[in-house]
């Protein structure tokens, strides 16, 4: 049997959990979310390992949790906004599956940053410097997420189903 493996890129906020969840139901597959399986892995929350080990160190558990969550079978992956950073991330999502960016206008990623509580309380701040900050990291960030999006999804003012069907419409 061939191994499906979907993995959603996208800034924080773009919806890669929610449509995850629904997509991977949809697909009958098991859905894996990559920040929750690097906490589970590491015994501490991403907040807690970026504050007490820094970038370098996070950025390499990442690393090492996407080659696990590639080995482990066919799946939905959501991925952290930032595995992109690497080449080697970048070079393994394009290689074992298909990548699909979730993508939004900062201003809605920005609401959507503030309305999720979990978002403060787990993730690195990223939203401290508001907007300006968003908008940033969007441009550091977007060429990374084109240069390996097998397809792009906009998810500004639609909804998870919608969302969800543009995706099977291109996978």
Not at 35 to 57: M, N, P, Q, V, Y
Request: proline content about 3%; charged content about 25%; hydrophobic content about 45%.
């Amino acid at each position: 049997m061939n191994e499906i493996m979907i993995f959603l890129i996208g800034l924080r906020g773009s919806g890669k959990t929610t449509v995850g969840h629904m997509l991977a139901e949809r697909l009958a597959l098991p859905f894996r979310d990559a920040d929750a399986e690097l906490e589970a892995r590491a015994g501490r929350g991403i907040a807690e390992i970026f504050s007490t080990e820094g970038e370098s160190a996070f950025r390499d558990l990442e690393e090492q949790t996407l080659v696990a969550l590639i080995d482990s079978g066919s799946a939905v992956i959501a991925t952290g906004g930032g595995v992109v950073l690497r080449e080697s991330n970048r070079n393994r999502m394009k290689a074992a599956g298909t990548v699909v960016w979730l993508t939004a206008d900062a201003e809605t990623l920005w609401q959507r940053m503030n309305a999720d509580p979990t978002s403060i309380q787990r993730r690195p701040n990223l939203a401290s410097g508001g907007l300006a900050e968003v908008r940033e990291t969007m441009r550091l960030r977007d060429p990374l997420y084109r240069s390996i999006a097998d397809a792009t999804v906009v998810t500004s003012d639609r909804s998870p189903e919608e969302i969800v069907a543009d995706i099977l419409a291109v996978c």
